[in-house]
């Protein structure tokens, strides 16, 4: 099972990954992820993306691409994997259709109000990267993360202007892929709105 989850920011695909990953254990590939890792590791390539993503723009391509080619090519993919956050150009598409053949594209389906009211809800693990929502999905003691103890923080790029950013550069860049795949006959829609338990 060689899935995509496409969206628009905040629409839950990472909620939904991790659990469907973990049901069928296959491995969960989120680029965003990858990138906020290598930010907080403080590596070359965090250093090279960090003001890219705090503004709500797309790291370019030619990275992007990389990475995920090379993610591509470790052992524990065989069984299927989710790639949640790519593609997210026609471009990234493009390649990936030179890499390897994807079975199916899952579309989150939701209104800009949804996805402001999850995004500005929306709390990060600062050591662990763990997502919690003030409303929607509280951890049990108030800003310490379940999972590592750690502090809960607001992503920079979950401020209202990066929102923003993100939603427009979703429209133009990302929405697209709707279409392209729907060409394909890959597309299954899904209703993004209800609310998690
Ligand atoms: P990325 O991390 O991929 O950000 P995104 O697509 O904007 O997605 P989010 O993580 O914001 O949201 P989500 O849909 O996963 O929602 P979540 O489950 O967390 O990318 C970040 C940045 O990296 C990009 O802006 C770009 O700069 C760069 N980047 C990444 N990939 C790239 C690429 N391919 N090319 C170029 N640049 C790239 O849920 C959101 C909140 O809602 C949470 O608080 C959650 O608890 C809550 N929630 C989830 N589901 C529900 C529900 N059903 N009901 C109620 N609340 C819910």
Redo the contacts with the bound molecule.
Sequence with gaps: MKLI?L????????????LVAAEYKIPHI???????TAIRNKTPLGLK?QS??DS??????D??IEL?QNRLMEDDIGGGFIL??????IP?AEALERIIDIDRVIN?DISDEDVIA??S???MCKNCGQ???????KPAVENVCDKCGGELII?E??KID?IKK?LE??RKQTAPLIDHYKKQDKLTDID?????E
Excluded: C, E, W
């Design positions: 989850f969206g628009p920011p905040g629409a839950g695909k990472g909620t939904l990954a991790t989120s680029t965003g992820d990858i990138f906020r993306v890219i993503i709500g723009q797309l790291v370019s391509d990275i992007t995920v949640d956050g790519f593609p997210r150009t990234q989150f999850r995004l809800g929306r709390r997502n919690y929502h003030m409303v929607f999905s992503r790029d979950d990066s993100r550069v979703y993004a709105r209800p609310q998690a």
